[in-house]
Each structure stands twice: as structure tokens, then as C-alpha cells.
């Protein structure tokens, strides 16, 4: 069973960075997708950041060049450097993983972490 740990959440002004860590406890797969999702207060839960089976980033059009996700090539770590940070970008982070899906539908992904807070400040 993989268990994925978040940390790097904190309370930052707007226009401020942040890098959130997902670490996983371990990975018995050849390969692995893992992702970022969030979830503000009163609204769905949305994928932010992929990197998918083949390696591949995809991002949601509101953090494109500001976001950059990246694991490492062991699929142990995953981590999300957002930059120009927005009020909007307040919410829960969740980072899930699984060995055969890679798509925006946070239901479907096997392995989810508990989440970390980052909060934006005006």
C-alpha cells in the first residue's frame, strides 16, 4: 500500500511562491503517475498538475507559467513550485498517484494523501 505524505503548505502573500512536497512511501510499480489536486472552501475538488504515466506535464489553464510540477525519476517524490501566487490558489492540496491513470478525475486515482494547506493572502 502506498501512503503519500504532503507537506510545504503555509500562508503567503499574493505574488509569493510556495513548493509543496508529496512523498510516497514507497513504489513497487514500473511506472507511476502522480498529480496535484485542490480543493477551496465551497468548491470541487480540481486537478492542478499532472505528470502522467509517460512522463509527460499537463497543467489547468489557470496556473499555466506560474506552476511547475516535478517527480523525481524513482517516483518516490513529487513536488509543485508555484509561483505568482493568487488568492484564488487558496485551497486544500491533495497529491494522488496511481499505475494506470493519469487523467483529471480525482476519484479514479488509487493512492491520495491527506492534503496541505496554502493559504493567499491580499
Known amino acids: 500500500q502506498v501512503r503519500l505524505v504532503e507537506s510545504g503548505g503555509d500562508s503567503v502573500q499574493a505574488g509569493g511562491s510556495l513548493t509543496l512536497s508529496c512523498a510516497a512511501s514507497?513504489?513497487?510499480?514500473?511506472?507511476?503517475?502522480m498529480a496535484w489536486f485542490r480543493q477551496a472552501p465551497g468548491k470541487e475538488r480540481e486537478g492542478v498538475a499532472v505528470?502522467?504515466?509517460?512522463?509527460?506535464?499537463r497543467y489547468r489553464d489557470s496556473v499555466k507559467g506560474r506552476f511547475t510540477i516535478s517527480k523525481d525519476p524513482a517516483g518516490r517524490r513529487l513536488s509543485l513550485l508555484m509561483n505568482s501566487l493568487q488568492t484564488e490558489d487558496t485551497a486544500m492540496y491533495y497529491c494522488?498517484?496511481?499505475?494506470?491513470?493519469?487523467?483529471?478525475?480525482?476519484?479514479?486515482?488509487?493512492?491520495r494523501g491527506k492534503g496541505t494547506q496554502v493559504a493567499v493572502t491580499s
Open positions: 494522488v498517484a496511481d499505475p494506470a491513470y493519469d487523467g483529471w478525475i480525482y476519484s479514479n486515482w488509487q493512492y
Open positions: 505528470v502522467g504515466l509517460d512522463g509527460s506535464t
Open positions: 514507497e513504489q513497487p510499480y514500473n511506472k507511476i503517475a
